[in-house]
């Protein structure tokens, strides 16, 4: 091993003389392994692990007799930096020394250890003019010195640290490498994401701007250019990447940029001289750059010649890059050169007399210390094969640096192959999960290793903090739930669930989303892995919250809802990646269960916080099926009714069938929302009968009935899809539509249906989700497939031939509405189709019916006093409304039960073969003969049931043929003659079917 150096002092500094530049790497026969020089100040790092340094400006007789010994007592020395009048000792056990300037009298330099870094070694450390840098295995970044341009990564208000700072804002960053300019910093994550903070008056941090920066930030314009090495200079920066390019930003004054100009760059700028070549280092001086390719051997610089910098014998400034190799005679050969290092206004390499072609990662940069505790396949290895008994304190320590540093789990199974891990990003994660399964395969069979990695995880989630700087400090929160499936213990399980819970809670909102989007672009297998682990825990957690409901119980149980509930909105917004099913959690069907319980006891306090709980959980709707929707909605509506109920509110209401739609419009106008809170009570006039539930479900479907009749005129109709929905505003000047409004919610809240022929899209603005595209083919299906094929048609001139505007003509007056301001006067185009479809279909749902639907809105939430209805999606609520129209009359006849009669009765058997004849008609009239309304309730045929009895007479006398079939619509009960035959069974009940509503007969 050789070194070469030229540069400023004319080499004599270096013990060199201008004839021979070159001498050997020995010093009183010990071999030199590490160089670092700063204004002349040389120090040199003996592969023995000792240290000497030169004095500045001293002779070569004075330098070989007055050298320095570095002393640190029973420390091996490492590697060393220098910065202008301090430098650095890095030891071979993780320690840092410093000394502030050269001593001149005393023949030993005697370092202090820095305190505040002995929690985890220290493997690489680097100097700026007046400021220090130390990366620890356990990934942490220090920083200490002068602050005055924020280099140190903290406020300005801090003019300086005497003692080491934990740069916490890049805290889970799995560092490669840090770098320290004149008054900047620079690191470099090993997925290639390069952070700048400091100093920034010629641009080196490559932000764009000149202005400083307290806190590091991302050179976004160099993200997925596969960063690998970083070099800093007094005011610029060079960059390495992967496939052996330079990026250079920052002060070019001597063309220290390589761009044959002497113009600052503000952002990164391919260094487009070195392009074609594979660059294997770089190394920067303050206003000088050096590349170096090993495959050709050719070393080229750039920059500030004056002192001689550059090895080309002259004193000038090079403006692009050019090779030395005629100059420096080793250069002739491939791959000679070692290391390249770049000191102030001077240079160095150290290079061998024997060839070497291989090349390693590592020769793509120049050295950079160790790296961090990343997980590969030799550590995992070694800890499974090691004794237990043998070097176990050893191997501990490696599993808790580890298992409890986010940093180095987010640089442990990177996706290696094509370089994926490169490309993370907001939406790609980098991570190789079937590495992590590996692992997992590998170690679960030791017990000692399992044990400590989940003590190590569980501090380490206990640390993780709030506002991870980018996706690559986010891997950790999908990487520790497939770790979790090392554990057997469900309290373990629970554990670290909840800790994992409270950390992703802890992020702050946009962070939060972006662990979302990189959970979304996980295969489906892995995000439904995510779904099952939080609801097995849920389930956990409510077998305890259901034996003590404890507020620890309860709080725990929302953590870990509230999670669930964050992966359900994301499995919605990605277009249902897994079925909602997945997401229910059978077992909040427990707290019913105790609540029943305490009715049947008697227990009212155990009761009211059953039901406190049950309400406090409307806010993680996706744990529930529609079933237990439904359920918590009624739960809700029984809390409020019970007050009013107390406080003998009533809420009744006589109608005259004839005119049922004016008497009700009367009802509604003079009921205050109070009366509301109360349930329907309704009557109808010169009948008898008693509501329970019946009277008012058919008083809800004549209602509706009238209301959305075409004669009303109230809602405009829609002949392709017999859908309705709301006239243009101004159309219409009464409060029709928010008493429509009202009418629909009181059918919520008082349990029964209402057949609006309302769209989805109705149920989507109430629940605050816009309608779409495909809600437009839902209620105008014309006019969907014509916007559809708008935005399919392949060819310009179709499109120009259509003659569009963005307008569209009203059908209530002819008249012509602008969808955007100048819309007659802008043609529809290839370019802006999507936007008039998406102003055509707003304009149909939104921006033309803004205050109808608003007034209906209002009315509707008065209508129903119960919110809980919020609970539901718009598919759900408007199948609750509308009812279901999913008929199964074989599952009908499977469901009834019977009394006085039995499945074998002749009349039975007569009844069903009387029924099935029917047409589907008039069996939908018998639905509503039966229970008031021709749908059926949510949950479909297989959840309902009615009752058919055996019907006594009062005259005796009377044959049963002369009497007609009748229900009872509250109870689902109908009653059935005896009848003697077949036909007289079928006569009777398709004239009961016929004029039931004339005759009163159900």
Not at 371 to 393: E, G, H
Not at 723 to 750: K, P, Q, S, V
Request: glycine share 6%.
């Amino acid at each position: 091993m050789n070194c070469c150096c030229w540069g400023e002092s004319d080499c004599a500094d270096f013990g060199l003389t201008v004839k021979d530049q070159c001498f050997p790497l020995l010093y009183k026969k010990d071999t030199i392994y590490e160089i670092s020089f700063q204004n002349g100040n040389l120090v040199i790092v003996l592969r023995n692990g000792k240290a000497i340094t030169f004095e500045e400006q001293e002779s070569l007789a004075q330098q070989r007799h007055k050298a320095k010994v570095v002393a640190v007592k029973d420390e091996t020395i490492y590697t060393a930096v220098s910065g202008e009048s301090h430098v650095l000792f890095l030891t071979r056990a993780g320690k840092v020394y410093e000394f502030m300037r050269f001593p001149k009298k005393s023949k030993t330099v005697c370092p202090r250890l820095i305190p505040n870094l002995q929690a985890a070694p220290i493997i690489q450390i680097a100097c700026g003019r007046h400021h220090s840098l130390a990366l620890s295995q356990d990934g942490k970044l220090f920083s200490w010195g002068s602050n005055t341009f924020g280099q140190l990564g903290i406020t300005k208000e801090t003019a300086s640290l005497s003692s080491p700072h934990h740069l916490v804002s890049l805290e889970g960053i799995p560092l490669a490498q840090i770098s320290a300019g004149g008054a900047h910093s620079v690191a470099v994550s090993l997925s290639g994401t390069v952070f700048t903070w400091g100093r920034n008056n010629a641009g080196q941090l490559g932000l764009g701007s000149t202005e400083d920066e307290c806190s590091p930030n991302i050179v976004k314009s160099l993200e997925s250019k596969k960063t690998i090495f970083v070099s800093c200079g007094e005011e610029h920066t060079a960059i390495l990447t992967k496939d052996g390019m330079v990026f250079t930003f920052g002060a070019g004054g001597y063309g220290q940029l390589g761009h044959n100009s002497s113009r600052n760059e503000l952002k990164p700028r391919l260094v487009a001289e070195l392009l074609g070549v594979q660059v294997s280092q770089i190394a920067c001086g303050w206003y000088h750059t050096i590349a170096y390719v090993c495959t050709t051997g050719n070393l080229y610089m750039f920059g500030c010649g004056l002192q001689g910098q550059l090895g080309n014998r002259k004193r000038c400034n090079q403006l692009v890059p050019l090779t030395t190799k005629k100059y420096i005679r080793f250069c002739k050969v491939p791959n000679l050169i070692k290391r390249i290092h770049a000191g102030g206004n001077q240079s160095m390499i150290i290079y061998s007399e024997v060839e070497n072609c291989s090349i390693s990662e590592g020769q793509f940069a120049n050295s950079t210390g160790k790296r961090i505790a990343i997980l590969n396949d030799t550590t995992v290895q070694k800890w499974i094969t090691s004794p237990c008994d043998k070097k176990k304190n050893k191997r501990k320590r490696e599993i808790d640096i580890t298992f409890s540093s986010a940093s180095c789990l987010n640089g442990s199974f990177l996706e290696t192959s094509n370089d994926q891990h490169f490309k993370t990003s907001p939406v790609e994660l980098g991570v190789d999960m079937s590495a992590v399964n590996r692992f997992i395969g590998k170690v679960k069979q030791c017990p000692y290793i399992l044990n400590q990695v989940k003590k190590s995880v569980k501090k380490m989630l206990e640390s993780l903090t709030d506002s991870p700087i980018c996706a690559e400090a986010l891997r950790v929160y999908l990487i520790v739930p497939e770790l979790l499936r090392l554990l057997n213990e469900e309290y373990d399980i629970s554990l670290l669930t909840d800790l994992l819970s409270n950390a992703i809670l802890q992020l702050k909102k946009d962070k939060r989303k972006m662990f979302v989007s990189l959970l979304i672009a996980f295969p489906t297998s892995y995000f439904m892995m995510f779904v099952n682990l939080y609801q097995r825990v849920s389930k956990q957690c409510f077998e305890k919250t259901v034996d003590e409901c404890s507020e620890n119980n309860v709080n725990q149980l929302k953590m870990t809802l509230q999670i669930l509930q964050i992966l359900y909105q994301a499995n919605l917004d990605a277009g249902l990646k897994i079925q909602e099913h997945n997401f229910y959690v059978p077992e909040v069907a427990f707290i019913f269960q105790v609540m029943c319980r305490s009715i049947i006891l008697g227990n009212r306090n155990t009761l009211l916080k059953y039901l406190d709980l049950l309400l406090s959980l409307k806010v993680f709707p996706c744990i529930f099926d529609t079933g237990g929707k439904l359920q918590m909605f009624l739960a809700d509506r029984t809390a409020i009714t019970s007050k009013m109920m107390i406080e003998g509110m009533d809420n009744s209401l006589p109608v005259r069938r004839e005119n049922i739609l004016q008497d009700a419009f009367h009802f509604l106008r003079r009921s205050s929302p109070n009366n509301f809170q109360a349930p329907l009570q309704v009557s109808f006039s010169r009948e008898q009968g008693i509501d329970q539930g019946g009277l008012s479900q058919e008083f809800f479907t004549l209602v509706t009935k009238e209301l959305c009749a075409p004669e009303a005129n109230i809602f405009k109709h829609y002949e392709d899809s017999r859908l309705i929905w709301f006239h243009e505003d101004g159309y219409r000047t009464g409060d029709e539509y928010h008493l429509a409004g009202e009418i629909c919610g009181l059918a919520l809240y008082n349990k029964c249906m209402a057949d609006f022929h309302f769209p989805l899209a109705l149920y989507k603005k109430l629940l605050n989700i816009r309608p779409a595209l495909e809600d437009m083919h839902e209620l105008s299906p014309t006019e969907g497939r014509c916007l559809q094929g708008l935005l399919d048609e392949e060819y310009d001139e179709v499109i120009d031939g259509m003659m569009l505007d963005f307008t569209k003509l009203n059908t209530n007056d002819g008249s012509v509405a602008e969808l955007i301001p100048d819309g007659e006067a802008t043609p529809v185009t290839r370019h802006n189709r999507k936007q008039y479809v998406d102003a055509y279909v707003d304009y149909v749902f939104n921006s033309s019916v803004k205050k109808n639907f608003e007034d209906f809105a209002n009315g509707f939430k008065k209508g129903c006093s119960a919110d809980m209805w919020t609970i539901f999606v718009p598919v759900e609520l408007m199948a609750v409304i509308h009812g279901n129209t999913a008929y199964d009359w074989e599952q009908l006849e499977k469901n009834v039960k019977y009394r006085g009669y039995d499945v074998s009765s002749e009349v039975i058997k007569n009844f069903w073969t009387a029924f099935h004849g029917l047409s589907e008609e008039m069996k939908k009239r018998f639905l509503a003969f039966l229970t008031g309304s021709d749908r059926i309730p949510v949950g479909g045929m297989e959840k309902f049931t009615f009752t058919i009895c055996y019907k006594e007479h009062l005259d005796p006398d009377l044959h049963p043929d002369f009497f007609y079939p009748s229900a009872n619509t509250c109870t689902h009960i109908l009653s059935l003659p005896c009848y003697s035959s077949i036909e007289a069974l079928r006569i009777k009940l398709q004239h009961a079917l016929q004029f039931y509503e004339e005759f009163g007969l159900a």
